[in-house]
T-cell receptor
Framework: GDSVTQMEGPVTLSEEAFLTINCTYT??????LFWYVQYPGEGLQLLLK?????DKGSNKGFEATYRKETTSFHLEKGSVQVSDSAVYFC???????????FGQGTELSVKP | DTGVSQNPRHKITKRGQNVTFRCDPI?????LYWYRQTLGQGPEFLTY????????KSRLLSDRFSAERPKGSFSTLEIQRTEQGDSAMYLC?????????????FGPGTRLTVL
């Protein structure tokens, strides 16, 4: 069945460092891909998405490109801030029903 | 638009008791989803509704679990004869019925602890 694999955490970075969180997927058909973020004590929020190959999703300085050839959707940010500390989830949706299949999450901690 | 709301936010119960959670989606969102999240894991799909019709149920949803959305607005998730393994965060999400239906908006969740 469809699945998402994320880079294991926790990831600890200093402020202004470059961030990459790896995400690869297995799916039949042509899924839509998402990054959700969960800040401490809050619910899941959509960070960005891409619905077809080569699309780039971006938001709040974060970017991810849908790479069909490598079945990947890696999350990047050029300069992280302390406020980016959160758990990041990669997810896909591949059927008409729209249910999301999530990776296990990657905890990011940014130190000043 | 007040977002997706869930009640209660926390529920502690004893093994064998029944519990019911409520989800109020964003108004006019036709699709409503339930997920379960355990500590250190990503959410797992349980079931979803389009309007009042329950269109898909995961194999995770044993016969002790039942979900309803009687008028196509709010939804309830009931767990009968709770077990300790049911302890988790139960998340609700909704999405509009438009071509970009794949964007889901999540509520804050109901954390269930079964003693």
């Amino acid at each position: 069945g469809d699945s998402v694999t994320q880079m294991e955490g926790p990831v600890t970075l200093s402020e202004e460092a470059f961030l990459t969180i790896n995400c690869t997927y297995t799916a039949t058909g042509y899924p839509s891909l998402f990054w959700y973020v969960q800040y401490p004590g809050e619910g899941l929020q959509l960070l960005l998405k891409a619905t077809k190959a080569d699309d780039k999703g971006s938001n709040k300085g974060f970017e991810a490109t849908y790479r069909k050839e490598t079945t990947s959707f890696h999350l990047e940010k050029g300069s992280v801030q302390v406020s980016d500390s959160a758990v990041y989830f990669c997810a896909l949706s591949s059927d008409q029903g729209g249910k999301l299949i999530f990776g296990q999450g990657t905890e990011l901690s940014v130190k000043p | 638009d007040t977002g997706v709301s869930q009640n209660p936010r926390h529920k502690i119960t004893k093994r064998g008791q029944n519990v019911t959670f409520r989800c109020d989606p964003i108004s006019e969102h036709n699709r409503l989803y339930w997920y379960r999240q355990t500590l250190g894991q990503g959410p797992e799909f349980l079931t979803y509704f389009q309007n009042e019709a329950q269109l898909e149920k995961s194999r995770l949803l044993s016969d002790r679990f039942s979900a309803e959305r009687p008028k196509g607005s709010f939804s309830t998730l009931e767990i009968q004869r709770t077990e300790q393994g049911d302890s988790a965060m139960y998340l609700c999400a909704s999405s509009p019925d438009r071509p970009s239906t794949d964007t889901q908006y999540f509520g804050p969740g109901t954390r269930l602890t079964v003693l």
